[in-house]
Each structure stands twice: as structure tokens, then as C-alpha cells.
């Protein structure tokens, strides 16, 4: 994988002040992690105000971020 200067430079620092000098690899699989996290909760989100006007959606998407907030809690 090719990267620019800058880029690694980024996730070195990060690596070194957010993630306690893990591997590279470890690094960049937290960010891919935090970013996937990060789409769910948007898509839920996106979701929830969609179903606002429905109300049997609107319960299947509280269940549904119930259960996240529980997997979440591992």
C-alpha cells in the first residue's frame, strides 16, 4: 500500500499519542474501526429520522439501537 509522507506522519502521531505506540497495523485497523462505527451510528441516526412518522419503524429502529448499546457495553 502506498502512502504519502504526510499521511503516515498522521498516523504515527496517532499511533503515539492515541493508541499507545501500537503497531502501525493495529493503528490503522482502530481508525478503519472507529470509521465503520461511525457510519453505523450515522445510518442509524438517518434511520431514526426517517421513521419519525412512522411509529412501527421507529420502534424496529429503538430495538435495533437498544441491541447496539448492548454490544457495545462487551
Known amino acids: 500500500m502506498r ?3 504526510a499521511t503516515r ?3 504515527m502521531r ?3 499519542e492515541d493508541f499507545g505506540g501500537v ?3 493495529e493503528t490503522i485497523a482502530r481508525l478503519v474501526d ?3 462505527r461511525a457510519a453505523v451510528r450515522a445510518r442509524m441516526r438517518a434511520d431514526a429520522d426517517h ?3 412512522n411509529p ?3 420502534a424496529e429502529v429503538r430495538r435495533v439501537m ?3 448499546d448492548e454490544i457495545s457495553a462487551w
Open 51 to 53: 421513521a419519525r412518522n
Open 34 to 36: 472507529e470509521h465503520d
Open 9 to 11: 506522519d498522521r498516523v
Open 66 to 68: 437498544a441491541e447496539m
Open 23 to 25: 503497531s502501525v497495523d
Open 3 to 5: 502512502i504519502s509522507r
Open 14 to 16: 496517532i499511533r503515539d
Open 56 to 58: 412501527d419503524d421507529l
